[in-house]
Nanobody, 123 residues
Framework: QVQLAESGGGLVQAGGSLRLSCAAS????????VGWFRQAPGKEREFVAT???????LHANSVKGRFTISRDNVKNTVYLQMNSLKPEDTAVYYC?????????????????WGQGTQVTVSS
């Protein structure tokens, strides 16, 4: 069983940057797809970015050009670099892992979830 722990959230002004980390324990991340999702109050949990076991990446249109997902298999960690943050990026951000190497934009394809980290962007 894999455990995921997010960190790096916080309060930032619009236009600022944050880097979220998702550290895995109990099993290696290497070869498995990992995704980032976010959920704002009163809204559905939505896809943000995903990286496959082979390193193929995909970002949601709403964050493309501003956010970048990456992974460090040695550190067993996946990152989400967030630049040019906007107030509408405010949400709880979750990382999730699949039991497959293929990426997916569907939250239902992910089996393992972290507890989430709050990101608040002030205007």
């Amino acid at each position: 069983q894999v455990q995921l722990a997010e960190s790096g959230g916080g309060l930032v002004q619009a236009g600022g940057s944050l880097r979220l980390s998702c550290a895995a324990s109990g099993r290696t991340f290497a070869g498995y797809a990992v995704g980032w999702f976010r959920q704002a109050p009163g809204k559905e949990r939505e896809f943000v970015a995903t990286i496959s076991g082979s390193g193929i990446i995909l970002h949601a249109n709403s964050v493309k050009g501003r956010f970048t997902i990456s992974r460090d298999n040695v550190k067993n960690t996946v990152y989400l670099q967030m630049n040019s943050l906007k107030p509408e990026d405010t949400a709880v951000y979750y990382c999730a892992a699949r039991d497959s190497s293929s990426w997916s934009t569907s939250r239902y394809a992910y089996i393992h979830w972290g507890q989430g980290t709050q990101v608040t962007v002030s205007s």
